[in-house]
Structures are given as structure tokens and as C-alpha cells.
């Protein structure tokens, strides 16, 4: 090999290496100093927020800031949420590794990811067919084969996958859809923003017995939901 070649490779290696490191070293530290220290205890959850590379799912000049606890742009008016928040959404669901999750706002695939690293299956709705596409080929190349992504206005669900174990919503909204409260499964968990804009709260929605509750959870900004036709 060339010397000029093999000290290149030479450098890119240790400098992706020390990178990498880097990244592996900033999500052990979202996980014990903005996670676990604000009450996220559940398992399942604390791995999947180790394992998922929160930063390759936001663009390369927010990468940096990736791990910080904030939301980040990730263009066409949507952001990807704080990490705190998607620990927040998942912990409340309550995931088995058995369970069926309906995510509506696809955003930057990293909920989804997460959802994936503890469900079975993840069937994902986003109305943004740009943020939707992106999202599917970064679920793909990381290997997520139980997520399936579908372009579309996400309030009326997903019926032909339904009943859900777990639904979630990740843009903010008035009221809930009706047709996501048809769609939870009995014993089924919804967690979702919503209530007028100044006054949003995550509410966390139960089916049992054929009866549906609501609990206020955090005060919360989202964007907003957007609707389309389906």
C-alpha cells in the first residue's frame, strides 16, 4: 500500500474511532444526567435511549448538539424532542417485548427507534413525505427491521394493523382522535399532547374494560399536528 494511503486511513480511523467514542460517551452521560436523575427508571427503556445514535437522526451541523437536553430542527418546520421527553413518552407506555406500537409523526425516525429497540413491531406514520422517506432509509440502514414507515395524515391511524398494545403521538393536538382510542387494544396505553396550545399537556390514555381514562402527565410544547388527506 501507498504510505501516503495507508497513513490516510490511518488518520480517518482513529479519528471516526475517537468520534465514535465520543458520541458512546455523551449518551452514557444524557442517560445518567438528564435521565435517570428526572425519574426514568424503566429498564427497557434506559437501553434502548444507551443504544439508539441520536445523532445520526438529526443533520450533520446539529450533530454536536445532539445529546444535549433540547430539542433540535430537523427542517420543515418539525423538530426532533428532547431526549428527556422521548424517555418520558416511552416510560409511560410501559413496552413489553411482545407489544405492537403505533407512532403518529415520524419526524427524524429516532422515536421509532427507540420503540424498536423494545417492541416487536413499530408501524410509523408521518404526513411529511420528505421527513418520512429520510426517516425510513435511516431506520434501514441501522438495521430496524421491525418498523415499517408509511407517508400519510396520521389521525386516522393505522386500521388495517390495529388493535395497538401502545400508541403514541408526537406533535401536539386539541383532542384526541377518535380513531386512535378504536385502535388501542384492551389494557392498551396512549401517551399524547394535547389541550389548547398555552395549556398543552402529555396525556396518558388507558382502555380497560371498554372504558377509557385520561391522566394529565407534564406540561408540554409540541408542534403542531398536521393534518392532510389520507
Not at 37 to 65: C, S, W
Not at 73 to 100: C, D, N, W
Amino acid at each position: 500500500m501507498n504510505i501516503l494511503v495507508f497513513i490516510s486511513c490511518f488518520i480517518f480511523a482513529i479519528t471516526f474511532g475517537f468520534s465514535q467514542d465520543t458520541y458512546i460517551t455523551q449518551r452514557q452521560d444524557m442517560v445518567n444526567n438528564q435521565l435517570k436523575i428526572r425519574g426514568i427508571v424503566d429498564l427497557a427503556t434506559i437501553n434502548a435511549m444507551r443504544a439508539v445514535p441520536r445523532h445520526v437522526f438529526v443533520p450533520e451541523n446539529a450533530q454536536k448538539y445532539a445529546y444535549e437536553d433540547r430539542p433540535l430542527s430537523i427542517g420543515k418546520g418539525q423538530t426532533i424532542s428532547q431526549p428527556y421527553i422521548v424517555a418520558f413518552m416511552t416510560q409511560e407506555l410501559r413496552l413489553q417485548s411482545e407489544h405492537k406500537v403505533l407512532e403518529i409523526g415520524t419526524g427524524s425516525g429516532y422515536q421509532a427507534a427507540v420503540l424498536a429497540e423494545i417492541a416487536k413491531e413499530v408501524y410509523t406514520i408521518e404526513i411529511i413525505e420528505s421527513l418520512g422517506k429520510r426517516a425510513k432509509e435511516q431506520l434501514d440502514t441501522l438495521g430496524y427491521q421491525n418498523v415499517e414507515v408509511r407517508i400519510g395524515d396520521g389521525y386516522h391511524g393505522w386500521k388495517e394493523k390495529a388493535p395497538f398494545d401502545a400508541i403514541i403521538v408526537t406533535a401536539g393536538i386539541d383532542s384526541i382522535p377518535k380513531p386512535l382510542l378504536d385502535q388501542l387494544a384492551e389494557g392498551g396505553r396512549m401517551i399524547i399532547p394535547a389541550g389548547p396550545r398555552n395549556a398543552m399537556h402529555l396525556l396518558l390514555v388507558t382502555k380497560n374494560n371498554g372504558k377509557v381514562r385520561t391522566k394529565k402527565r407534564l406540561p408540554v410544547r409540541f408542534v403542531p399536528f398536521v393534518r392532510g388527506r389520507n
